[in-house]
């Protein structure tokens, strides 16, 4: 995605300085959530990295035409005296949206990922050897509730010491499976957030007024030529 941002945005900036960068700025919005809806419908626990590129390259394009004509939207009517000011405050609104739309984002897929790992776990449980279907389940809520920290293969829900060898194959199977269902669950329902948000952004581009003509671009009527310049 930044691969395809970075020589896409050059020449959006460009045509922002040329056009206005309103039109612009709304399709890389548009873009940007439609990449995301591509990237959410295209989740599954069976997905490979092929399955996911589609959404990244055409969210890559909404991002190289959404940071350039938004800069030049936001700085086109500022004084040359106080472009540094406004920059800067241009600046820290963003961190700050980035901050505060991480932590949402972030809220929301730690709700979710409780509330889908323990309904894959029960799911899930539903094969396994009656002794340990309420043990399996329960070492997945903790596990969900109290912050997951996992790796590659593994899932964050440790079976318990007790368990006999001959059973700990199968177990461990079903939590990978929990884990991959509960959690690519869980980042679909998220990704919804950001998709809204973005969506409502383009919107609200459409409120965005168009540049009114300085003196110096008005232009020159005939009665304004002095006499001796028109002979």
Partial sequence: MPLISMFTAPAAG???DRIGGKYILMTGLSLF???TGILLASAHPSSTRLHLLPGLIVAGFG???TFAPMQTIAMREVEPRMAGAASGV???TRQLGAVIGSAAVGALLQNQIVLKLTAAAQANAATLDPRFREPFVEAFRRAASGGLQVGAGQTGAALPSTVPPEARQGLAQAALKTFQEGYTSAMR???VLPIAVIALAALCCLLVKRRGRTAAEEPTTTEEV???VQA
């Fill in 14 to 16: 460009r045509m922002a």
């Fill in 33 to 35: 959530a439609l990449g």
């Fill in 63 to 65: 991002m190289g035409m």
């Fill in 90 to 92: 241009i600046n820290t």
């Fill in 189 to 191: 329902a998220t990704l």
């Fill in 226 to 228: 002095p006499a001796a």
